[in-house]
């Protein structure tokens, strides 16, 4: 089993019963789950994952001292470190990991503050633009077994979608990117010799693509260890994941290869482009990426963000 379906087996084991054994009067205000950094909390670990970080274990979610003191947060973490060492053929594990453990007792806003920089999780213009998607995709992934207070998932849901103006922001950002890098500098870089400045090109634009993707289909990219996966297992972007997969190799020094490469940037382009113009993003009539995202850029109602420079979010 995965790190996900380990933590839920064992919170429905050995968890809950504790909880509601041991703290029926502290239940009401927790929340339970199993969320933040880690391959394990988005579904994707494997073997080879289990060298750290998979063991038995799953978060419980406190709110402020006003509610649950330091002397009752201190009860709960000894009681949750008394649980069982092993479930599902898994150890707990004795060491916590680097920048601290990822299970165990937390308060919620130390969880949103370390995730996202504000323990309400209320981010200002400024912070919405410039926070990587990684660090959003962290604060709502996973599960959330229980939440009787409801405070974590008020705040997980509110950062599930970033605001409108923003999101045009970061899809128009990437939309330029995509057009300079693919369009215009691959062939650029092709026709002044230069086959490993091509394949940087390449690079720039698929990450650009993918970042544009991710958005369109109203997710956050994580990790960029983890991004082909979760792009594969997002619906209707599994076709993209096989047309960038593509541009990550071969010899750009061979004409074929290069001309098939620049085939599929136009391809994805036209995909991106088609899309866009469904949903009224752009009011555009060409084939350029550049232009489409500067018309996507004149559809953000903010005076200010929209005057930003149209990167000012990537």
Known sequence: ??????????????????????????????????????????????EISRDHDYEPGFCIFLPGEDVISRKQEFRL????????????NAKRQFLSPVGGSRNGVIRTADFYTEKVGEPDGKLSVDAWLHIPDYALAEAVNGEVFTDSYGEFTKIREELL???KDIWLKRLAGNLLIMGQSGQYNYVRCMKHGEPEAAQMACIEFVNSTMKAVFLLNDRYMPYYKWSFRALR??????????????????????????????????????????????????DAICGSLEKHAYSVNDKIKDGNVRNMHILEAI
């Not at 933590?7 to 009067?25: Q, V």
């Not at 969320?35 to 579904?43: A, D, L």
């Not at 020094?253 to 940037?265: L, M």
């Open 161 to 163: 979608h970033m605001p």
């Open 1 to 46: 089993m995965n790190g996900l379906e380990l933590a839920r087996g064992y919170y429905e084991e050995y968890g809950k019963p504790m909880l509601e054994s041991e703290f029926p009067d502290l239940l009401p205000y927790l929340a339970c789950g199993f969320v933040g950094s880690g391959s394990e909390h988005f579904g994707f670990d494997d």
């Open 77 to 88: 973490e000894r009681a949750y470190a008394k649980l069982p060492k092993e479930f599902g």
């Open 233 to 282: 297992e997002t619906e209707g972007a599994t076709v993209f994941s096989e047309k960038l997969s593509l541009l990550l190799y071969g010899n750009n020094g061979d004409p074929e290869i290069a001309k098939k490469k620049y085939d599929t940037i136009e391809e994805i382009a036209s995909m991106i482009i088609t899309e866009i113009t469904k949903r009224n993003l752009s």
